[in-house]
């Protein structure tokens, strides 16, 4: 069984997390971290985040 990462912030969690932990999060992403890219459906997910869109 997988970790609950929900409340996680990718950008510090990537390197210890595996894959299939990260998938519901980054599923239909919503926001981009402008510090490292990483893109996530929700902002609390990121240290930077920035919606994406027009």
Do not use: H, W, Y
């Not at 210890?16 to 980054?26: C, R």
């Amino acid at each position: 069984m997988g970790k609950d990462l929900k409340d996680t912030v990718l950008c510090k969690a990537v390197k210890d997390a595996q894959v299939k932990d990260l998938i519901p999060l980054v599923r239909d992403a919503k926001f981009i971290c402008e510090k490292c890219g990483r893109a996530a459906a929700s902002k609390k997910n990121l240290c930077s985040p920035k919606k994406l869109g027009k």
